[in-house]
């Protein structure tokens, strides 16, 4: 389905769920002081976001709020609702888990729990505006199926990820000994004092991307990516690796997966990005958009990867995205909480607005030209030389 009649995006660069700052997440110095932690943990105006252990695939799923006809919202708790709960968010810790600083919101600081609490536990003691029915999602898959309200998907996409994190780096990578966390959750430390290792919550980067043909009226599509929905078509996505551009990560999945080559000299054309705490293995995954052109339309479908490879119309990828999802086996694409869709609707909408970068720094529109371009590698191979020099003259 394409966007719902009337909806209208809150995120200034919106392109699917979890996109968007609800809460304000600029990191301060207080954030590293366990006495702000404890003192903010402490405030009466401090709100709290309850995942229970009891549901979900991964044993973090959020208490909510329905409120038809309008999409479910964040069930916040107060510090006056923990203690009916029996639950005191300082030095709390519920599987390895310890509560996690969200940001702010018009002063209020906004931290996320875990609890190992049951559903019926958390609706009889909690505290719930009237006329609004609380309950715990199923998992964030569930979420993603029923809705969420917009800026709430981004909250709780940032604490699942989070928890999942945290749940996954209870040791360290390099001597094995247990980790603990600091800095109101954002990091975790080995508690051996002499390894001195920190532990950062890792986003894997992702590339989706919208392949076309050099006329501009046609797109290239797969299918099979999701074996449950065969007559689902989308756009090429995969990691980018180690060391590798997005432009040439891009390139690289475009050929594995359908045989297309891409012609990175007629530009790579930045779309945008949408975070993904649903990514393979648990991991939190950045999807970057990316348009970029085909050198020509001849495709070999790699059929270990995928199911086809085929070019679509403007006015097929149309009908595409007003057709629900899997309706009468009828072709269709993601729905409109996802990175793809957006690039398709934009695609099939004919908006092309934003300069595509070329190979050799310039673009469709304004930008440096080669000698200022010149200026700029020359500038920055110098500051690297600076900093190169600086950083061997601290080690000596």
């Known amino acids: 389905m394409a966007f719902p009649p009337g909806f209208v995006p809150k995120a200034p ?11 304000s997440r600029v990191t301060t110095a207080d954030h590293k002081d366990p006495k702000w932690e404890e003192a ?15 549901k979900g695939s991964t044993g973090a799923a959020a208490l909510l709020l329905k409120a038809r006809p309008l999409p479910p919202t ?6 006056a609702s923990l203690d009916k709960l029996g639950i005191q968010a300082v030095n709390h810790c519920c599987n390895g888990v310890p509560p996690i600083l969200l940001g702010e919101r018009d002063g209020h600081q906004c931290f996320a729990l875990l609890v190992d609490m049951s559903e019926d536990d958390l609706i009889a003691k909690g505290d719930f505006p009237d006329g609004k029915k ?8 569930q979420l993603l199926k029923i809705g969420c309200e917009e800026g709430d998907f981004g909250i709780i996409g940032h604490a699942f990820a989070k928890i999942v994190w945290h749940k996954k780096s209870l040791h ?23 390894c001195k290792t920190r532990l950062y919550a890792r986003t894997d980067p992702s590339c989706m991307v919208l392949v076309r043909n050099q006329e501009n009226n046609k797109c290239l599509l797969i299918s099979g990516q999701d074996r449950s929905n065969p007559h ?19 390139k690289r999945e475009v050929l594995e997966e359908t045989g297309v080559e891409v012609d990175l000299l007629q530009g790579a054309r930045w779309i945008g990005s949408q975070p993904w705490p649903l990514g393979v293995g648990g991991q939190c995954e950045l999807m970057l958009g990316l348009e970029v052109v085909a050198a020509s339309e001849k495709t070999e479908p790699n059929l270990g990867e995928v199911k086809d490879a085929r070019w679509f119309t403007r006015e097929e990828v149309k009908q595409m995205l007003n057709t629900p999802w899997n309706q009468e086996g009828r072709a269709f694409v993601p729905p409109f909480i996802s990175e793809a869709h957006f690039l398709l609707q934009r695609w099939a909408s004919g908006d092309a607005r934003g300069p595509a970068l070329r190979a ?10 080669r000698p200022q371009n010149l200026f700029f590698f020359l500038a920055g191979a110098g500051l690297a030389l600076a900093c190169s020099w600086a950083f061997r003259s601290h080690r000596q």
């Not at 660069?13 to 809460?23: K, N, Q, R, S, W």
């Open 134 to 141: 609380p309950f715990v999602a199923e998992g964030m898959s």
């Open 13 to 23: 660069i919106f392109h699917g769920a979890f996109c968007g700052a609800a809460l």
């Open 40 to 54: 903010a943990l402490k405030h009466e105006s401090t709100r709290f976001l309850l995942f229970s252990t009891s």
């Open 360 to 369: 050799d720094g310039s673009s469709h529109g304004d930008g440096p030209s």
């Open 232 to 250: 689902m078509w989308t756009c090429v996505s995969g990691f980018v690796e180690q060391c590798e551009q997005v432009e040439e990560a891009a």
């Open 172 to 194: 360290c990578g390099l001597c094995g000994q247990p980790t603990v966390p600091i800095e109101c959750g954002a990091k975790r430390k080995c508690s051996v004092v002499t």
């Open 74 to 79: 964040i069930a916040w708790q107060t510090n």
